[in-house]
């Protein structure tokens, strides 16, 4: 069992930057799979980035590439997602996850097994 708290969320102006935590609480954390989701209001869950259990590989959505960048401290059980040239289309509630399948690296939601709350976070034009 693996639990997620996510931090970092705010308001901030199109163009800025945000960095979201992810503390997780598991002794299986580094062994997993971990990404990020987000939600916007009306709209379905959908993925932002995924990092392998290593680190060694990451999987960015096409909406993020080049704006986003996930990492994780395994030391200390934490994944990053470092926000940068943020827009108001960014606006959503963001999700941390973490998929216990041994190697696996993708967007499908059904692949993760568990979920943090959500951190809104809020971009204005």
């Known amino acids: 069992q693996v639990q997620l708290v996510e931090s970092g969320g705010g308001l901030v102006q199109a163009g800025g930057s945000l960095r979201l935590s992810c503390a997780a609480d598991?002794?299986?954390?580094?062994?997993?799979?971990l990404g990020w989701f987000r939600q916007a209001p009306g709209k379905e869950r959908e993925f932002v980035a995924a990092i392998r259990w290593s680190g060694s590989a990451t999987y960015n959505a096409d909406s993020v590439e080049g704006r986003f960048t996930i990492s994780r401290d395994n030391a200390n059980n934490t994944v990053y997602l470092q926000m940068n040239s943020l827009k108001s289309e960014d606006t959503a509630v963001y999700y941390c996850?973490?998929?216990?399948?041994?190697?696996?690296?993708?967007?499908?939601?059904?692949?993760?097994?568990?979920w943090g709350q959500g951190t809104q976070v809020t971009v204005s034009s």
């Open positions: 598991g002794r299986t954390f580094s062994t997993y799979t």
């Open positions: 996850a973490a998929d216990s399948t041994w190697g696996r690296l993708g967007s499908k939601i059904d692949w993760y097994d568990y």
